[in-house]
């Protein structure tokens, strides 16, 4: 039983291999749903939770979100998959049917302070369930001391990435580079500002792997058998 939270450059599949490997040990695959949950928890529109997320982050807004209003509704967005909705009554689905089995409410004001707090609170809860994979969001940093955590690192050449991500977006190598450093250097922003940690540090992970080097298969296959062999 363990906790396994895969930090990734942008355009290593990050999110393909979390998946196989959830799937190859029959563990619970957790990327989006964290900003989901974490609507629901402080009755915040997704779309405000998103942007102090790792791949939309910016300092000074993260910043100047302790001061300014940010409009934040009571109600929560009616598209949200975790909201049940019938005419214009919406309602969140029964607490047995979520990861939490709590019932907490909280003052709906939203800000980059609150935004740590909340995402931490959720993956500390899942931490306590174990047998799951989580995606990003700096859980390399909130679960640094656990015992039971094992932290990855996929990485991959820059030239290799922008073929990658060109060929998916259909766009050309030039706005796909372009768009790779915009992110890696938003998710760095990240976890410096919040965790004051350097997202390349080696100290951070257990096990790094060239993605270049390895299928999605093959590494998801390298991380499954690790974790097999010493949880």
Known sequence: MAIITISRQYG???EYVGERVAKKLGYQFVNNEIIQFVSILTSTPTSVVRSF???????????LSKYIDLNIF????????????????CKIIPEEHSIFDEDIKYDPVFDSESF?????????????????????????????DDPDAFHVKLYAPLDKRAKWIAE???????????????IDKRRSNFIKHYYNEDIDDINLY????????FSIEQAANIIADVVKANF
């Open 168 to 182: 998916k977006n259909k766009i050309n190598i030039k706005s796909a580079r372009i768009k790779i450093e915009e």
């Open 116 to 144: 740590q707090k909340m995402v931490e609170r959720v993956i500390m809860k899942l931490a306590k369930k174990n047998n799951v994979v989580i995606m990003g969001r700096g859980g390399q940093c909130i679960l640094k």
């Open 53 to 63: 997320d790792e791949e939309f982050h910016s300092n000074v807004s993260a910043i």
């Open 206 to 213: 257990h096990l790094l792997i060239n993605i270049h080097k």
């Open 74 to 89: 009571t109600d929560i967005i009616k598209d949200d998959p975790f909201i049940q909705c019938t005419g214009k009554d």
């Open 12 to 14: 290593c599949s990050g």
